[in-house]
């Protein structure tokens, strides 16, 4: 079968039997984030907007903080160099909203099609997501006019719908296969019908606009020259923080950070397209010195040119760049005078 | 999070590593002269001599104990006889003010100060350093900014003055 | 009972007969977003006539035309510019007058008297084209929800003291005595002893992700080339290598927790009194550090023990660039 239904606590006492680390959401807002499970702590039992952190899962195989090797300089000049060890502990992370689920996808293509980037990929190997259907949209969701809906199930291996105290779980991948085999031995199975009675549930929230990708992409190749950029751009103060909380972003920066003379590390910290030196050149020179090159170039990738490269949009309607825009500006809106279409 | 390990108290072993931003003028002066008069002080201070206390960047001050400093001393001319006449005034004002930062997030006062010591006061040098050293070395290192990383090498600073 | 309806009119008044007086070139406003009842700043001027319809003011104009102006220096230079002001906003731009960041006699300056201010984020979004925005002494209502004090989202706002604004026009009266409030919050945290204190601030250091956010929206924080970390460093095609390579990093890239208390303790002193405790820097920051405890400390030694008024007058000495020789010393190791 390909979904089955366990009663919430089965999955608990499965996820427990794994010995994995399990992370979820917790806390809803700037003061959440996605947290470590303690031991025979209960799993959330619902996700919407009204539990989403501020910060996306992407830190778990994108860290802010990432050492890529160290050095140490020996007595006779002799550079020792050590490999970062790109690895985590096998996690398994549990009850993230389509938009959040959906963000792997963008991720993985970015960070791991032709030349897998090791950083990412050593952690990724380790990474399980089990998505969970999402029962509350907020009012800067906007996850349905990019092509995803609160089931979408892309980016997950397993899916859950939440109905009562049962948990209906639906195999998406081979990746957790071991626990989808624990959870499915002596569990009811779950046939279509039951599936399309229990995704009801989760009803998207009616927009009245949608992004067709391809139409889209090419209306905004269209309007890379429009002026409406600059319209778009006047108010935002290049804080970054559209891209630091957006769950696809991936931008990094790398500095070498000596402890003494002697030895120090190469360190990535996330960077972002929206701070005036992320194209500097060392000439000074800088081909996105205004604030409008800047904001055109991130809606531009999301929209047009990860679309062009990878088939997909590099957003997945979370609403956070629009919900903690400190200046409200709201990409669905720019996109929508651009070329989106009602 | 940093965690507060039980390190204080004489007797440990902890030797407390202090910087001490002294003014050319009157403190460093001041300093040579207690050097010179084989005044006896805890070695424990790296002295780092600018022209004036007026030059002290508060991020100096932020940086020295960030980079694992326990204590940090600034020193400079008396009011009124200041060798660019208004510097010490407005380093005044302003280390004054880091210092309400800086106990506000909890370093103890006694691990910042700021005082005014003329070139002939060799005495009072040699007070404050054992001051500030013995307090420190009482209150223990400073946790704050560690990050869990063991602070490269111990050294004890220079042996006189 | 304020009526901010009737007061936006008033505004949109004064704002268009600027404009069709040429006294003013632009204007820097706050206007309806299409997120109602959030509000963003605009510039309204030729060409940009059905801006001015929405041109409003409430409890929810939350972010600071002055950054605005910080951020669009270069583009309205030379250009005489209106600006709609609240009482923090102006003491933000007395301070950059008193810097010498802007000219005094290229603005124009309409107050709009503030009783403080609410997240609209907490408020059901308003149908219809025209909605009630009321406040009185202690909350704000908007259609059948009003919200207080706490419960309004802006903390910062309940200790403001600040209620003598002095613009070329106004609209508003007070709807409250603001006086001079103790802040509480500050007590409760300096009761800790050391180590707790230590311990509550290493977790705030610890969890900033270094995004800057706090930096760009303060109105007050206009350096063009920032000394910690620089978001634009203030280069030319003609400088010298050597300048480039000397620039120091005071704070380097790593998010940790001595690294980012450089940074949060560095602009704490940048800001000793040019800090208006206008709260935004605490309210954009995306993982909702309590900023104003760090800021607090400062602007709470540089109001009691310095008895300094922040952007009171563009007149008046910046306040780490004057002394008093009655400013107190060090009290040795009791402090």
């Known amino acids: 079968m390909s979904a089955i239904r366990v009663p919430a606590s089965r999955m608990e006492k499965a996820l427990a039997e794994t010995g994995w680390r399990v992370m979820v959401p917790s806390g809803a807002g700037r003061k959440g984030g996605y947290v470590e499970l303690r031991?025979?702590?209960?799993?959330?039992?619902?996700?919407?907007?009204?539990?989403?952190?501020?910060?996306?899962?992407?830190?778990?195989?994108?860290p802010n903080n990432e050492e890529l090797l160290s050095y140490v300089l020996g007595v006779k000049g002799e550079i020792e160099v050590g490999p970062a060890s790109h690895t985590m502990a096998r996690t398994v992370l549990y009850g993230t909203p389509p938009c959040d689920t959906a963000s792997f996808r963008a991720l993985d293509s970015a960070l791991l099609k032709d030349m897998a980037e090791p950083g990412y990929a050593g952690k990724r190997g380790l990474l399980g997501v089990i998505g969970m259907a999402?029962?509350?949209?907020?009012?800067?969701?906007?996850?349905?006019?990019?092509?995803?809906?609160?089931?979408?199930?892309?980016?997950?291996?397993?899916?859950?719908?939440?109905?009562?105290?049962?948990?209906?779980?639906?195999?998406?991948?081979?990746?957790?296969?071991?626990?989808?085999?624990?959870?499915?031995?002596?569990?009811?199975?779950?046939?279509?019908?039951?599936?399309?009675?229990?995704?009801?549930?989760?009803?998207?929230?009616?927009?009245?606009?949608v992004f067709e990708a391809e139409k889209l992409a090419d209306a905004l190749e269209k309007a890379f020259g429009s002026p409406y950029w600059k319209e778009f751009s006047e108010r935002c103060v290049s804080c970054g923080i559209c891209t630091f909380l957006c769950p696809t972003c991936h931008c990094f920066d790398i500095t070498d950070v000596a402890k003494d003379e002697l030895s120090g590390?190469?360190?990535?910290?996330?960077?972002?397209?929206?701070?005036?030196?992320?194209?500097?050149?060392?000439?000074?020179?800088?081909?996105?010195?205004?604030?409008?090159?800047?904001?055109?170039?991130?809606?531009?990738?999301?929209?047009?040119?990860?679309?062009?490269?990878?088939?997909?949009m590099m957003c997945t309607g979370c609403g956070r760049c629009i919900r903690y825009c400190p200046v409200d500006i709201n990409i669905a809106e720019g996109v929508m005078r651009l070329g989106g279409s009602k | 999070m940093t965690v507060e390990t039980p390190t204080t108290g004489a007797g440990t072993g902890f030797e407390p590593r202090i910087v001490a931003f002294i003014c050319n003028w009157c403190t460093y002066a001041a300093a040579d002269l207690a050097g010179v008069s084989r005044l006896q002080m805890p070695p424990n201070t790296l002295n780092i001599r600018v022209m004036c206390s007026g030059r002290i960047n508060p991020m100096l001050v932020i940086r020295a104990f960030s980079q694992g400093a326990d204590g940090v001393l600034v020193s400079g001319c008396h009011m009124g006889d200041c060798h660019y006449i208004t510097g010490n005034y407005?380093?005044?004002?302003?280390?004054?003010?880091?210092?309400?930062?800086?106990?506000g997030i909890g370093i103890e006062p006694e691990r910042f100060r700021v005082t005014w010591i003329s070139a002939a006061e060799a005495q009072d040098y040699q007070r404050v350093i054992t001051e500030i050293v013995e307090n420190v070395k009482r209150l223990g290192p400073l946790t704050l900014f560690r990050d869990g990383r063991v602070v490269a090498r111990e050294t004890t600073g220079c042996a006189e003055g | 009972m304020r009526d901010y309806r009737s007061e936006s009119a008033r505004l949109r008044e004064i704002v268009s007969g600027l404009l069709e007086r040429g006294e003013v070139e632009l204007v820097v406003a706050w206007t309806e977003g299409e997120?109602?009842?959030?509000?963003?700043?605009?510039?309204?001027?030729?060409?940009?006539?059905?801006?001015?319809?929405?041109?409003?003011?409430?409890?929810?104009?939350?972010?600071?035309?002055?950054?605005?102006?910080?951020?669009?220096?270069?583009?309205?230079?030379?250009?005489?510019?209106?600006?709609?002001?609240?009482?923090?906003?102006?003491?933000?731009?007395?301070?950059?007058?008193?810097?010498?960041?802007?000219?005094?006699?290229?603005?124009?300056?309409?107050g709009v008297r503030c009783d403080g201010l609410a997240e609209a984020d907490l408020f059901p979004r308003p149908e219809g084209a025209e909605v009630p925005i009321t406040s009185d002494g202690g909350g704000v209502t908007v259609g059948k929800q009003r919200r207080g004090g706490e419960d309004s989202g802006f903390t910062t706002c309940l200790t403001c003291s600040y209620e003598d604004m002095k613009p070329d026009h106004v609209v508003g009266e007070y709807g409250r005595k603001k006086g001079k409030p103790e802040w509480g919050h500050l007590a409760r945290l300096q009761a800790l002893e050391p180590g707790k204190r230590r311990e509550h601030y290493a977790a705030l250091f610890e969890s900033c992700i270094r995004c800057y956010a706090c930096r760009e929206v303060c109105p007050v924080c206009a350096c063009v080339e920032c000394a910690i970390d620089p978001g634009e460093r203030a280069i030319t095609p003609r400088t010298a290598p050597s300048v480039k390579a000397?620039?120091?990093?005071?704070?380097?890239?790593?998010?940790?927790?001595?690294?980012?208390?450089?940074?949060?303790?560095?602009?704490?002193?940048?800001?000793?009194?040019?800090?208006?405790?206008?709260?935004?820097?605490?309210?954009?920051?995306?993982?909702?550090?309590?900023?104003?405890?760090?800021?607090?400390?400062?602007?709470?030694?540089?109001?009691?023990?310095?008895r300094y008024e922040v952007g009171r007058d563009p007149a008046d000495p910046p306040f780490l660039a004057s002394y008093a020789e009655t400013d107190p010393d060090d009290k040795g190791a009791g402090h």
């Open chain 1, 39 to 62: 031991a025979g702590g209960r799993l959330p039992r619902e996700c919407g907007d009204h539990t989403k952190p501020s910060t996306p899962p992407k830190g778990l195989v994108f």
């Open chain 1, 134 to 209: 999402c029962s509350r949209a907020g009012r800067w969701c906007f996850c349905t006019s990019v092509g995803l809906s609160p089931r979408s199930n892309i980016g997950a291996d397993l899916m859950v719908y939440p109905d009562g105290d049962d948990l209906l779980v639906e195999r998406v991948s081979d990746r957790l296969d071991g626990l989808w085999k624990r959870l499915e031995a002596g569990a009811a199975g779950a046939d279509e019908k039951a599936l399309r009675a229990v995704e009801g549930k989760f009803v998207p929230r009616v927009l009245n606009f």
């Open chain 2, 90 to 103: 407005y380093a005044r004002r302003r280390l004054l003010t880091l210092k309400s930062v800086l106990t």
């Open chain 3, 246 to 306: 000397c620039a120091p990093v005071w704070a380097c890239r790593e998010r940790s927790v001595s690294e980012n208390a450089v940074y949060l303790l560095t602009r704490t002193m940048h800001m000793a009194g040019r800090c208006v405790r206008c709260g935004w820097c605490e309210r954009a920051c995306p993982v909702g550090l309590p900023l104003m405890e760090i800021l607090d400390l400062s602007n709470d030694a540089v109001r009691r023990v310095y």
């Open chain 3, 35 to 110: 997120d109602r009842p959030r509000t963003r700043e605009t510039l309204i001027g030729k060409g940009r006539e059905d801006l001015l319809r929405k041109v409003v003011w409430s409890p929810f104009c939350t972010t600071s035309t002055v950054t605005f102006l910080k951020k669009n220096k270069a583009a309205l230079a030379g250009k005489r510019l209106g600006v709609v002001v609240k009482d923090c906003d102006l003491q933000a731009l007395n301070v950059l007058l008193q810097e010498h960041f802007l000219k005094r006699e290229d603005l124009v300056i309409i």
């Open chain 1, 265 to 312: 590390k190469r360190l990535r910290t996330w960077d972002t397209c929206q701070f005036p030196e992320f194209t500097g050149e060392t000439s000074a020179h800088n081909p996105r010195k205004e604030r409008w090159a800047r904001q055109r170039q991130r809606v531009l990738h999301k929209f047009l040119y990860h679309p062009r490269n990878h088939g997909h």
